[in-house]
């Protein structure tokens, strides 16, 4: 029982994934089994619009119930997922799992666009972008898809033509970590996204830099000129959420919101929020 309560705390960094191929095929497997047996889940992390005052959408970010390890962060698998390819089957598990906590949301009364992370190698892979499309447009999901820039990279071609396919049939396509990755004006200016997400490289330490406050409000200017809307992730200050308001920044996620929760814990959240407006409202027309 020692043994196991230590595995559980100690950080899985060091055991799960080495640089080593066999690592790699190892935890492939592992990740094989834990599909099967349900050992994922999918956090959700809000995001709040800030001039609507409302929580429009929602990221999944998976995590990994580990049998031996305890609960595993996406940092320490989903490199070997892509490296020994079953991310298309982990995506899809993300998409369909996404796809009937939607429902779930919706029964409650809660519409909610839900965001999915995309790997790059993905966007060049069609039998995963039919298969896609297919799920979605049957389930009529409401999702959207953060890719990063430089997964457009390898292959522009067939990204940029899949990222349409997806936006053409209703899915919100966002550039994910805007910034901190190989970023080219070439690729924003031609990618069909709506929506961009500056890193939370820049937005953490907002307030208490010199350079990061310009590099986001040229950020924000820019994307607008694109016709984009801006998320800001990694916000955990009230200090950082007020510049980023004064700046017209769009969207905002982060600790200071909340962290990724379990559907439960989402939804609770998201009563709450409902409560407050209602309270809100009903203040304005007290005060007429
Ligand atoms: P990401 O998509 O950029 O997600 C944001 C990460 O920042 C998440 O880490 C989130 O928990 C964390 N975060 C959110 N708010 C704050 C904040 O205020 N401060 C700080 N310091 N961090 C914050 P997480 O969940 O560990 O995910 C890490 C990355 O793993 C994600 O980065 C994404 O690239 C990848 N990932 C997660 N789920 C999936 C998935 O289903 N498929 C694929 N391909 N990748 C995934
Ligand atoms: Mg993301
Ligand atoms: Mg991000
Ligand atoms: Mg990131």
């Known amino acids: 029982a020692l043994v196991e309560a230590r595995s559980a705390h100690s950080p899985v960094r060091h055991h799960l994934v080495g640089p080593e191929a066999r690592d790699i095929r190892r935890v492939a497997d592992e ?15 809000p ?42 089957l982990l995506t899809l598990w993300t998409i369909r799992r996404a796809i009937d906590d939607q429902r779930t949301l ?25 298969a896609t499309c297919r799920l979605v447009a049957e389930a009529d999901a409401k999702l959207g898809f953060e890719v990063t820039e430089t997964s457009v990279i390898r292959d522009p071609e067939s990204a940029i033509a899949n990222l349409q396919r997806f936006a053409d049939i209703g899915i919100i396509v966002a550039i994910d970590d805007y910034g901190a990755g190989l970023s080219s004006l070439a690729y924003l200016k031609q990618l069909p996204a709506r929506e961009l997400k500056i890193d939370k490289l820049f937005v953490t330490q907002l307030t208490s830099s010199n350079r990061d406050p310009l590099i ?44 990724p929760v379990a559907l439960p814990a989402l939804m609770a959240f998201l009563e709450e929020d409902q409560h407050h407006h209602v309270s809100r409202d009903s203040r304005a027309s007290f005060n007429g």
Request: hydrophobic share 50%; glycine share 8%.
């Open 47 to 88: 995001k709040i619009h800030v001039r609507r005052q409302e929580i429009s959408s929602a990221e999944a970010l998976v995590r990994w119930h580990h049998p031996e390890r305890g609960l595993v962060l996406p940092g320490d698998f989903i490199g070997a997922a892509e490296d020994g390819e079953v991310i298309d």
């Open 106 to 130: 919706l029964a409650a009364g809660h519409d909610l666009r839900i965001f999915i992370n995309i790997s790059g190698q993905l966007l060049a892979d069609q039998a995963f972008v039919d």
């Open 216 to 259: 986001v409000r040229s950020t924000i200017d820019l994307a607008h000129a694109l016709e984009m809307e801006v998320v800001a992730e990694g916000v955990e200050t009230h200090a950082a959420l007020a510049l980023l308001t004064v700046m017209g920044c769009d969207m905002v996620q982060g600790f200071l919101i909340s962290r």
């Open 31 to 45: 990740l094989r089994t834990a599909i099967a047996e349900d050992q994922l889940l999918l956090a959700y992390q």
